[in-house]
């Protein structure tokens, strides 16, 4: 319970530095990172994306899901190279009355979630339609990602029977452990 009360304050204050204007003000920016898809069997993880993903459906099985998809790449010295072996997770957002979305609600015990495979590759399938972000949780935090070089998270549309690909999440730094 604790764990959950500290990923939720995180996400809270990252969103909580948001202008009226729904921009984000001085909050830190972080990156994204990509999933590898899992068994719905706790803990067991795939080391390739032909496993179901802990969202638990394929694309287009379910009706009233979509998948979310995209590549977590960290730029080095030696150029882009694939984070791999991350875990992801998406909460949904939350809206004002006047529609801005300043929070992403963040369960981990209960948020849709994969690895990163060895390429950076993420999949989430049977995601419900509506508006989410993308978390990168480590051990004892999470981190609510940021377009890098701008103050915006990544927040993201799913529709039903449809995949939306986030293409190339490139970062020069990510809050991973050691």
Same mark, same amino acid.
């Given at each position: 319970?604790?764990?959950?009360?500290? =990923?939720?304050?995180?996400?809270?204050?990252?969103?909580?530095? %948001?202008?009226?204007?729904?921009?984000?003000?001085?909050?830190?920016?972080?990156?994204?990172?990509?999933?590898?898809? =899992?068994?719905?069997?706790?803990g067991e993880r795939s080391d390739s994306l032909s496993a179901e993903s802990s969202t638990a459906a394929s694309p287009g099985a379910a009706a009233g899901s979509g998948a979310l998809t995209g590549v977590l790449l960290?730029?080095?010295?030696?150029?882009l190279q694939p984070v791999a072996d991350v875990k992801?997770?998406?909460?949904?957002?939350?809206?004002?009355?006047?529609?801005?979305?300043?929070?992403?609600a963040y369960d981990p015990s209960a948020a849709p979630f994969a690895y990163t495979d060895d390429s950076g590759r993420?999949?989430?399938e049977g995601l419900a339609?509506? %508006?989410?972000?993308? =978390?990168?949780? =480590?051990v004892m935090s999470s981190f609510l990602l940021y377009q890098e070089g701008t103050l915006n998270a990544v927040l993201f549309e799913i529709t039903d029977?449809?995949?939306?690909?986030?293409?190339?999440?490139?970062y020069t730094e990510l809050p991973l452990p050691q």
């Open positions: 319970m604790k764990r959950q009360a500290v =990923i939720l304050v995180t996400v809270l204050v990252l969103l909580g530095c %948001r202008g009226g204007n729904g921009a984000t003000g001085a909050a830190q920016s972080s990156p994204a990172a990509p999933f590898e898809r =899992i068994s719905t069997a706790e960290l730029r080095t010295e030696e150029g992801l997770a998406v909460g949904r957002t939350l809206s004002d009355d006047e529609g801005t979305e300043w929070v992403v993420f999949v989430f339609s509506g %508006r989410y972000g993308l =978390i990168l949780d =480590i029977g449809e995949t939306t690909d986030l293409g190339n999440l490139e």
